[in-house]
């Protein structure tokens, strides 16, 4: 059975900083690309940041450029979401996501193209 477990949100001051977790099982970890994706109330879930499967290339959505870095250790089955220099825009319900592909497939931002889904975890930007 397939998990993704996020872990890592809470509570910060605009100007601070979270690392976020997701820890994979029941998965051959490096055959996927991992996603994150966020969901504010009221919003459709949009897509954040991807690292593809061997980590050597990432793509990021415009609003979190500069300040958000996704990483991943195969090793561990993890991949990693670090947020920079947060805003009030920036809350939301984040979740990560697996999706099955070949190394040589572009990065996917569409959230239909994943086949896993974790639980999620807030993260709450105050100002």
């Known amino acids: 059975q397939v998990q993704l477990v996020e872990s890592g949100g809470g509570l910060v001051q605009a100007g601070g900083s979270l690392r976020l977790s997701c820890v994979a099982s029941?998965?051959?970890?490096?055959?996927?690309?991992m996603g994150w994706f966020r969901q504010a109330p009221g919003k459709e879930r949009e897509f954040v940041a991807i690292?593809?499967?061997?980590?050597?290339?990432?793509k990021y959505a415009e609003p979190v450029k500069g300040r958000f870095t996704i990483s991943r250790d195969n090793a561990k089955k993890t991949v990693y979401l670090q947020m920079n220099s947060l805003k009030p825009e920036d809350t939301a319900v984040y979740f990560c996501?697996?999706?099955?592909?070949?190394?040589?497939?572009?990065?996917?931002?569409?959230?239909?193209?994943?086949?896993?889904w974790g639980q999620g975890t807030q993260v709450t930007v105050s100002s």
């Open positions: 996501a697996a999706d099955r592909t070949i190394l040589t497939a572009p990065l996917y931002t569409q959230d239909d193209e994943y086949d896993y």
């Open positions: 690292i593809a499967r061997n980590g050597a290339s990432t």
């Open positions: 029941g998965l051959t970890f490096s055959f996927f690309s």
